[in-house]
């Protein structure tokens, strides 16, 4: 059974950084993709960041390059991400999911697996 799980979130001030992780158990985690998403109330959910499966190649949405960064430790089965100077409109559920692909993807419909997401809220 696959079983994506984020810890990290939590409330925050604007300018702040957070660390999320998400441990995976079930899949052969060195074999695919890792990608990070978040949904805002009352928006879609939206791709947010991309890794490749060794860790070589990531993808960011545009507005969010610079501040937020994509790792991965594939001996621990953990993707990392790290958000820098955070902002309002950051504030939204993020969710780990895991690839059909061992390159980054964008689109939700190309992850299979996804983690129950963590509160990342952010106080102006």
């Known amino acids: 059974q696959v079983r994506l799980v984020e810890f990290g979130g939590g409330l925050v001030q604007a300018g702040d950084s957070l660390r999320l992780s998400c441990a995976a158990s079930g899949l052969a985690f060195s074999n695919y993709a890792m990608g990070w998403f978040r949904q805002a109330p009352g928006k879609e959910r939206e791709f947010v960041t991309a890794i490749s499966w060794s860790g070589g190649v990531t993808e960011y949405i545009d507005s969010l390059k610079g501040r937020f960064t994509i790792s991965r430790d594939n001996a621990n089965n953990t993707v990392y991400l790290q958000m820098n100077s955070l902002k309002p409109e950051d504030t939204a559920v993020y969710y780990c999911?895991?690839?059909?692909?061992?390159?980054?993807?964008?689109?939700?419909?190309?992850?299979?697996?996804w983690g129950q997401g963590t509160q990342v809220t952010v106080s102006s």
């Open positions: 999911a895991s690839s059909t692909s061992r390159w980054t993807r964008t689109s939700i419909s190309d992850y299979n697996y």
